[in-house]
């Protein structure tokens, strides 16, 4: 594996981890106030956030490197569409499970997606 695709696989890993942190700390805040069903809640927000994030930056960055434009172009789009799939399908459990905490798991969700702002800010 070469040095940049080694960096952005880094990347990818420290973005998840940092989403489940996130997740983890709102978890305990809305646990305080709430109890256990808005804690559980704000954890599947996290998952919500960090799963179709981590599946598209897997299903990406191994084929950067294709050469030609419109396979990558491909690769993206079906990356794109599993991620939004994922992410419908994971909001659309959310809702059946935790319809009663759905701000728990929406504002956790909101928090984690921050995440990629900060790793921006942190990585440039």
């Known amino acids: 594996m070469t040095r940049p695709?080694?960096?952005?696989m880094r990347l990818a890993w420290a973005v998840f981890a940092a989403q489940i942190i996130t997740g983890l700390l709102m978890a305990v805040v809305f646990g305080v106030k709430g109890g256990s069903e808005p804690a559980m809640a704000a954890l599947f927000g996290?998952?919500?956030?960090?799963?179709?994030?981590?599946?598209m930056a897997l299903w990406?960055?191994?084929r950067r490197r294709q050469?030609?434009?419109?396979?990558?172009?491909?690769?993206?789009?079906?990356?794109?569409?599993?991620?939004l799939g994922l992410t419908a399908?994971?909001?659309l459990t959310a809702a059946l499970?935790?319809?009663q905490q759905f701000f728990a798991?929406?504002?956790?969700?909101?928090?984690?997606?921050a995440c990629y702002?900060?790793?921006?800010i942190l990585t440039r």
């Open 97 to 99: 499970l935790f319809g």
């Open 5 to 8: 695709r080694l960096r952005n």
């Open 67 to 83: 050469t030609d434009a419109s396979k990558m172009a491909r690769s993206f789009y079906w990356g794109e569409l599993g991620k």
């Open 105 to 113: 798991l929406l504002a956790t969700y909101v928090a984690c997606l």
């Open 89 to 91: 399908g994971l909001f």
């Open 60 to 62: 990406m960055l191994p």
């Open 46 to 55: 996290a998952v919500v956030a960090a799963v179709p994030g981590l599946w």
């Open 117 to 120: 702002w900060l790793a921006l």
